[in-house]
């Protein structure tokens, strides 16, 4: 029995997290989609409840998404892998900025804890250009996410968005 | 009959910036340079107005920008570019971590309206270490940035940065 | 009226290469396809006649390509480009390898004639993992490379390749 | 059960391949470790027989290695991927151009058969210089390699190397 | 006599800089380690009286440090340079992205004052994922940093970060 | 007293080597432009004693070259290093691509022999599309080159090219 951590700020949660969520769950026993707290994106656009809600709505959308859980942490991701005695942490990787980053994380999360594996999926050729930021971005112009977001949530999105604006 | 844009936050224009409409100038019976607002670069320096003012200043100094055009937007780009009917938006690179990013964001231009085509120039050679960024960031210490954007902006751009700093 | 050259092996053609061809004939006014000799890649598989019958046979399955013309060329594309009268040579972009060398293949050919302009477009998303060199090595294990590869040239490809191996 | 492929050439196995094999042990049930032919190096120093008794030898010095599997494929990797039915393909990164090169081909392989799902781990933090190319340049000038290769297989590399010289 | 400056934020000092000043003292007769402001970065989150104290505590734990002072300036670095009379800028790289930008600073700097001179060594390899912000992330989260930074400064360290907290 | 080490197959020199030269000269005492062998790079178009003679030849271009020796060897560069109690090897970098395989060669060269450090100095602006196998391609198709090479070997390299043309 194998357990998986994806972790993300999900900022809302897009399409090309949601694939990396399905392929995950056909590799791993468990997946654990952790909503997390991250110190260099501090200032979250949605709530974590908004964040962990849109999460839960999108898994709806999914075949197959039972052995899928959704959990939030406040802390080291280590910690939180010990805690659940989890073997690996999931990492989606749209191109080579990201890579540079997550490569580092990884490095240091062995570091911190030499069980805290991670492995790296590349996402989705569709989705090599889909991020939550551009999402924003484009939604607060009144343009058109609904090829990016899953569609139990752009209302949600969207509204929220154009209030803050 | 083929109109070009060229949008950026010109904040403010340097040198990099003329040399990349003086060449699309070339290339295309109207170039449009569009200065625009940026939700990634959202607190720019100098006001849009200024931005605008510079721009028009700047391209006094090229020969052959009759078919240059200055004009400003607040929205998505892709709207512009439907509006004036354009057939395509011109980007400079100066090194690989801007492609990374103005790569994604052509293929979500595509993506969002799909006769939006990006072409890319390469920067020219003195121009792979110019920024905006960099200017302000010179200036602000007094440094000579004589070199690196219009001489008929100067004095404002300098005088502008000592008062803030 | 503006000339746009795109150089290229084209060892074989692909789908990449057309949608590139298709969108450049879009933005100018008569676009040469050059299918050159490369001293960086000097072993093509395909002779220079069967490459330019590929380009030709491929631009069949083409809508509008009036305006595109297949010509070879034996020598510095500067050279070319000057005989041609040509405003601008058109490079497609995958990746940032692809970048990286095709920079400094710009600059090059800029410092080697003043007027030769280098324009890129980014691959269609699809395309970013589509090489020539990756349809050789598929074909030559038998597997299908009919998404990649004209439909007009398909039958050519493989059965050379299976002669070669 | 979950079945992981490692496909390489290990011209020869280093311990940088050596980790990766170890790790994936650890995340799935069985790891195939594929000693393949790549068309894009075909001049292996080694044979096809040393480097596959270069594997099983390294492999003597793993703990816990009970779970993996050496064999040999020649052709297309997803046509084994079928036969094996296997879940997975494995691939360590060292560095960026390692990146580049292997998201591309893992796009490929996802388009040539929808279930090859391709995952990544980072090389370990000392084996970030640590290359088969490398060990075969330091080794025929007489460097010592041991800190980079089994030490089982030693011998037979210098010797086969000295005596290529 | 050559006179070298290895300028940066120090926010604060990690083993990763505290290598690099001790290979840098190996080649250099005079090392000035230049805590600076740095307009990219302005919100460092210890003083500057702070980073210079832990600079100059971390170098106690150095064996042959004499040709090491320790100085702070607020202004162009090529100022600097010139005041000092210097003869070469030192920076540590840890990876791509850290080369980017570096290189640009590098080429600004001389483009600045001529005689600046920029020189950059490998970060060690144990250091290639280590950064002042990642210690900052993980002391924050009441992580262990022991592996991180000199010995004499964590209490200091992590006493500030849990009080800001 | 400071000796640095400047390898490479200088296959031929261009102006780019001879400005990292000159510079280097600045920041040591000594500095020996070592023409090696590079297993990667077997088949140098020009011979050693060429390459040498174009060195020797080039560094007459350059004023202050008292302290520049010429040296070749064929062997690991650390066991050069040792022998002439070298204090430092020198490399130029253009680019990205660069960066990556001469950072994974300093780490190795500092893990066969730990005094073996390298330092890396950024090109010139002008030299950043600047490469041996650049002048071989253009001077291969009569292409001029007299701005990339010393002008005293432009004869010597081009009356080669044509021959083996």
Excluded: W
């Amino acid at each position: 029995m194998k357990t998986a951590i994806y972790p993300g700020s999900f900022d809302p949660i897009t399409y090309g997290h949601l694939d990396i969520m399905s392929r995950a769950a056909k590799l791993f026993d468990k997946v654990i989609v952790l909503v997390s707290y991250n110190p260099a994106k501090p200032n979250c656009f949605f709530s974590l409840e908004e964040r962990i809600e849109f999460v839960k709505r999108a898994l709806g959308e999914l075949k197959n998404s039972e052995n899928i859980e959704v959990d939030s942490h406040d802390g080291l991701l280590v910690d939180y892998f010990k805690k659940r005695e989890a073997d690996v942490i999931i990492k989606g990787l749209r191109a080579m900025s990201d890579f540079e980053a997550e490569f580092q994380m990884a490095l240091v999360n062995k570091d911190l804890f030499y069980k805290a594996e991670t492995i790296f999926l590349a996402a989705d050729v569709t989705g090599t250009f889909l991020s939550s930021s551009m999402v924003k971005q484009i939604a607060a112009f009144g343009g058109d996410v609904s090829a990016f977001v899953p569609h139990t949530i752009i209302t949600d999105i969207t509204s929220k968005l154009e209030i803050k604006k």
